[in-house]
């Protein structure tokens, strides 16, 4: 969690870590979600009646009405393609095409290509100039077809076969007859050099005619004919301006971009295959770290550099800089492993020196400090006289721990993130029965427990942003920034912490509760009957935490995408944020309207 007090910052990697502060956290929400209705006669959680309070009511049911929109809208903008939807896509795509060109599909997708399968600039090109199409594409010049049979026996210029009528074929050019056995192997010679097989042309070498599908399809061996299609639906993809194919290792999901002929800004898509990346510059997920560099012109930049950093041997260098020194006299790192400051080099150097100050160890002796502190250094110390090797040891020792202090937190949310989909996945698979247990200790059907899994939909998304946000943080030099930007990512990490923990812990409590035996009034143990009605609090509670948590995201990803222009340090800026705060202790309140009960813990329960 970092803070925008003194500048220090604090993760819990785990809910149970974050429970035992929880007392001490302020937790702060960008809007109220409650229902005005709920607050009758119950002062004691925050429920007011006043007009003050209706009035936010208001204002946040009209905020959460945008931030749903939001996100529906981002949602709307892509679509996840499987390969058979690619193939579709493809052949539709060219059906349209030939029949505003009046060529086959398999020509209409030669020209797609040629024009980097957008259908408006096939329009603009073919009727502006046809025959400039035709030549650079390989189009026959008085035939719609890519392929054609001889009518009459003719001779094959590469094997000298004679073959009969209807046995040869050419690429539409009406001059170029070659045998199907001739034809087949061109085609698998093309095919074995990779993509380049959807570019080859009639083998006469003065003939510029296009070899298309329908030809190959023809000629072709199944498997080269099969590898050629799977080329070209690869092309579909690659060549393509609105598809990405997601980069996940084994993934052949391709990602489609519906608003526009091509993704200019930061959007994050997730693939079937539960692997985010961003449509914009092809990273893995960063929101709310934006790439629109008309906005935020660092911003990608600091994505790849993030990632380059991560990759590189900098900080390798930058430790062995820090954490060694070199010997004085054969000038070989040396790594300090023991308490003594008697240094002994290895061989054959063997000389003896002391590690704070360099110095003989001859030189060091009880008279002038002993042998666990030299005078010499502190001295030098205290004076501010250090060596400039000591100053760029000094110097690398801040950078390593400066980096590590952001790498270590931005690694932590992606295992917590990794571990809150394993549990998602755990509680939609019916092998596992971890739904089956949660909704047997509430008494109620499977079908009634979905909003805990968009409560831990929720969590993942959201361990996902926040881990970027310590990427960006570690490039942000600018104080009143990085003070705007820490309070932006304490509010949000504190209710994240809240809603993983109420979905993980409090989950397993409860299960746990459930299973515990109890005696009859026979006194027989038995086990303990459901508790239907802490299933309403339970869900209303998980319910308004992920409602809460989702707001303060969405307000952090606003912030990022405006490029933190909301640094303001007038007595304006700091009475609206006491404002704010104080709106937000509110909705904590509501937001945990569950009071001390058996199954569902709370901080008095914990103390």
Sequence with gaps: MASGENNEEEYYSSPEEAEDDDDKMSYRSASNDSDPGESDGDDSMGYNDDDDDYGEEDESVEEEEGVMEERREREER???????????????????????????????????????????????????????????????????????????????????????????????????????????????????????CLSIRCPDTSCSAAVVQDLVDDVADPDDARRYAEFLARSYVEESKKLRWCPAPGC?????????????????????????????????????????????????????????????????????????????????????????????????CRHEFCWLCLGSWKTHNSDNGGFYQCNRYQAAKREGKFSAEEVRRQQAQASVDRYLHYYERWAAHERSRSKALEDLAALGSAETGKMEEVAAA????ETEMDFLKDAYRQVAECRRMLRWTYAFGFFVEEQAKLQLFQMLQTDAETSLERLHGCAEKERVDIVAAAAATVYSDSGDLVPQAPAPENYAKYREKLSRLTMVTRDHFE?????????????????????????????????????????????????????
């Design 78 to 196: 892509y679509a996840v393609l499987t390969m058979d939807a690619v193939r579709a896509r493809q052949e539709e795509h060219a059906a349209r095409v030939a029949d505003l060109v009046a060529l086959t599909p398999a020509l209409a997708a030669a020209v797609l290509r040629h024009f980097k399968w957008s259908a408006a600039a096939v329009e603009d090109g073919w009727f502006a100039n046809e025959q400039r199409v035709r030549d650079a594409v390989g189009l026959p010049q008085y035939s719609c077809s890519g392929v054609s049979a001889n009518a009459a026996p003719l001779t094959c210029a590469i094997c000298f076969d004679v073959h009969p009528a209807g046995a040869m074929r050419s690429a539409g050019c009406q001059a170029h007859f070659y045998c199907c056995g001739c034809w087949s192997g061109y085609v698998r010679a093309a095919v074995e050099d990779g993509a380049r």
């Design 555 to 607: 307000n952090l990803a606003r912030a990022f995408r405006d490029g933190l222009s909301e640094v303001d340090t007038t007595a304006a800026a700091a009475n609206a944020i006491a404002n704010a705060a104080k709106a937000a202790e509110k909705a904590a309140e509501r937001a945990d309207p569950v009071a001390s009960t058996r199954f569902l813990f709370t901080e008095e329960d914990e103390d």
């Design 252 to 348: 052949d999901h391709a990602v489609e971009f519906l608003d526009g002929e091509r993704c200019t800004v930061q959007l994050d898509a997730d693939c079937m295959c539960g692997y985010g990346f961003c449509l914009g510059c092809g990273e893995e997920a960063h929101r709310p770290v934006a790439c629109d560099r008309t906005k935020f012109t660092f911003a990608c930049d600091t994505v790849r550099a993030w990632l380059v950093k991560n990759g590189s041997d900098s900080e390798t260098a930058n430790w062995v800089l820090a954490n060694t020194k070199h010997c004085p006299e054969c000038r070989r790192p040396i790594e300090k492993n023991q308490g003594c400051m008697h240094m002994t080099c290895s061989p054959p």
């Design 442 to 445: 509430f008494g109620v059907l």
